[in-house]
């Protein structure tokens, strides 16, 4: 597999995908770690000023791994997973409509599912760049990630793609039924050829 820092084309997303990370990395182990796995990354720059614009794809990729690998998977994994359970709140207090969110909370869960799929395709280019999003409702209800930044690069034997993971099961607890739970069921990391997601509640 090519290094982390060898991807060809690149896109830009979010802020929310390094922004979020740096908050939930300095809840679980400090500043320091904060410090420790932004300049593993080559991106000191944003312990002055994280970014308030989007930023480079391939900016997450390396975030992402330096995590792992400073950190370890059993502490890198709920670091992650957390940044994504803070970028979907920022989501829902920021991007969603209010009118939208009780729209979606009042319809029937298949039919809200539906329509919640279909806004994160019509905004995946904010979080999986270059890559793919796809979903299907149903139940369970499965969403993909071809080539996203979170794995990109990587191998390991267990899924890798908390961060999507925490931001889709926010965002579908929240607005599709409370007992929404997300888990990666194949990862590109593991040899999968897309990252997959199953909802249920």
């Known amino acids: ?80 997973h957390d940044a994504g359970l803070r970028t979907g709140d ?12 009780r729209l979606l909370t009042i319809l029937p869960a298949r039919l809200a599912s539906r329509v919640l799929i279909s806004a994160i395709r019509r905004n995946a280019w904010t979080f999986v760049g270059s890559g793919v999003f796809d979903g299907t409702p149903g139940r369970p ?13 990587a191998s390991a034997n267990q899924p890798l793609c908390d961060f999507y993971a925490g931001s889709f099961e926010r965002l579908f607890s929240r607005l599709v039924h409370p007992n929404a739970r997300v888990t990666e069921i194949a990862c590109q990391a593991n040899g999968a050829e897309s990252c997959v997601f199953e909802v249920r509640w």
Request: glycine share 6%; net charge neutral.
């Open 1 to 80: 597999m090519n290094a982390p820092t060898d991807f060809g084309a690149s896109a830009r997303v979010g802020p929310n995908a390094v922004i979020r990370v740096a908050e939930a990395l300095e809840a679980a182990r400090g500043a320091d770690a904060v410090a420790r796995v932004f300049q593993a990354a080559d991106l000191e720059h944003y312990l002055t000023a994280l970014p308030s614009e989007m930023v480079d794809e391939r900016e997450v990729a390396r975030l992402q791994a330096a995590l792992r690998d400073q950190l370890g998977l059993e502490v890198a994994r709920p670091v992650s």
């Open 90 to 101: 920022y989501l829902l207090a920021n991007r969603i409509p209010r009118p939208v969110q």
């Open 141 to 153: 209800t499965r969403l993909s990630v071809t080539d996203g930044p979170i794995c990109r690069g």
